[in-house]
């Protein structure tokens, strides 16, 4: 049975760790969501992208990615463990029915998948020491429960209370020709930034989220382009710090 993360890349002490929380739409064969399988095709379920970038940035020395490979519709591991949303009922309009979970349900989840989760990342970073974490999701163009807001930023790069890492990143895609970059954008990390906040901010370490817009980053060239975007930048931020 496979277990709720995957681990790829050079995890010798002090490199960079990219953190994927919503980097899978898969399933498991035993969990039924009562969905229509199309909808693991969209922002919903998976960080469209993002998967493929941290898969090209391992190859390169020096990183190493920690993935979540469970679908969020399943396990949402950038939430708070008791929160409503780490099995959404909802999300953007449709209805999840098999999330309509009592209390043991709620709480096997938390015990197959969130824990587990979160605390193999935990040890992670514990025997790594990483210079830098870079936590890497991508936002959807146009929310369909909100289709007049518009998305045009290409990147936003989130953060809490600790924004020494933000800052530099900020300050580098700026310069960045064409480039619209989002100071906490699409939205704030001061409100949702809960794997940060636990394994970063919390320990004192150097981090970054970052959100790429999905269109952006749909297409193997796409994917390329970003990786070596977000390699130049994460290079350039430890590096500084």
């Given at each position: 049975m496979s277990g709720p993360f995957r681990v790829i890349g050079d995890t010798a002490p002090g490199g960079i760790l990219v953190v994927s929380d919503h980097a899978s739409a898969r399933i498991p064969d035993d969990i039924d969501?009562?969905?229509?399988?199309?909808?693991?095709?969209?922002?919903?379920?998976?960080?469209?992208?993002?998967?493929?970038?941290?898969?090209?940035?391992?190859?390169?020395?020096?990183?190493?990615?920690?993935?979540?490979?469970?679908?969020r519709l399943v396990c949402d591991f950038n939430r708070d463990e008791?929160?409503?949303?780490?099995?959404?009922?909802?999300?953007?309009?449709?209805?999840?029915?098999?999330?309509?979970?009592?209390?043991?349900?709620h709480e096997a989840r938390l015990a197959r998948f969130y824990r587990p989760y979160h605390a193999a990342l935990a040890d992670l970073i514990d025997r790594m020491r990483?210079?830098?974490i870079v936590s890497l999701h991508s936002f959807t163009p146009h929310l369909a429960s909100r289709p007049d807001e518009a998305r045009p930023w290409?990147?936003?790069?989130?953060?809490?209370?600790?924004?020494?890492?933000?800052?530099?990143?900020?300050?580098?895609?700026?310069?960045?020709p064409g480039l619209v970059v989002g100071d906490q954008q699409p939205?704030?990390?001061?409100?949702l930034n809960a794997t940060m906040?636990?394994?970063?901010?919390?320990?004192?370490?150097?981090?970054?989220?970052?959100?790429?817009?999905?269109?952006?980053?749909a297409d193997v060239a796409g994917q390329a382009q970003w990786a070596?975007?977000?390699?130049?930048?994460?290079?350039?931020v430890a590096a500084a710090a």
């Open positions: 969501l009562g969905i229509d399988r199309a909808l693991l095709r969209q922002h919903v379920a998976v960080d469209i992208g993002v998967a493929a970038i941290a898969e090209a940035l391992v190859e390169r020395p020096g990183f190493a990615a920690f993935l979540g490979d469970v679908s008791h929160g409503p949303s780490v099995a959404p009922i909802a999300s953007d309009g449709h209805a999840i029915p098999g999330n309509a979970l009592d209390h043991d349900g990483p210079g830098l290409h990147i936003g790069i989130l953060y809490n209370r600790d924004r020494r890492g933000a800052a530099l990143a900020l300050d580098l895609l700026r310069h960045e939205y704030s990390g001061a409100v906040n636990r394994h970063a901010e919390a320990r004192g370490g150097l981090y970054f989220g970052a959100e790429i817009r999905q269109d952006l980053i070596d975007r977000v390699e130049r930048v994460a290079r350039a």
